[in-house]
Nanobody, 120 residues
Framework: QVQLVESGGGLVQPGGSLRLSCAAAGTTLPGYSVGWFRQSPGKEREGIACISRGGITWYADSVKGRFTISRDNAKKMVLLQMNSLKEEDTAVYYC??????????????WGQGTQVTVSS
């Protein structure tokens, strides 16, 4: 059982940046593929980024060119750098993982989510 913990959310103005982190509580984040997802009120949860065990990345069109997913191997985290944020990026952001080496990541384990609000 892996409990994921997201952090780094907050309130930011349009055009601003945030960096989200995904770590495993009490243990080391497994090296499997990890996905970032988000859910806005009234909308379905959508996958927005994924990084494979080998470091290959995938992005949804809505965030491509603005978001960057990466692994911090020293801190055993997966990061999501979000730049040029738009109001439509407002959502609760989740990370998920499971036993799979490639993208899309399995979603056996989830974090509790972190709120990102983009507003002026």
């Amino acid at each position: 059982q892996v409990q994921l913990v997201e952090s780094g959310g907050g309130l930011v103005q349009p055009g601003g940046s945030l960096r989200l982190s995904c770590a495993a509580a009490g243990t080391t984040l497994p090296g499997y593929s990890v996905g970032w997802f988000r859910q806005s009120p009234g909308k379905e949860r959508e996958g927005i980024a994924c990084i494979s065990r080998g470091g290959i990345t995938w992005y949804a069109d809505s965030v491509k060119g603005r978001f960057t997913i990466s692994r911090d191997n020293a801190k055993k985290m997966v990061l999501l750098q979000m730049n040029s944020l738009k109001e439509e990026d407002t959502a609760v952001y989740y990370c998920a993982t499971g036993v799979r080496n490639v993208c899309p990541a399995r979603t056996d384990y989830w974090g509790q989510g972190t709120q990102v609000t983009v507003s002026s």
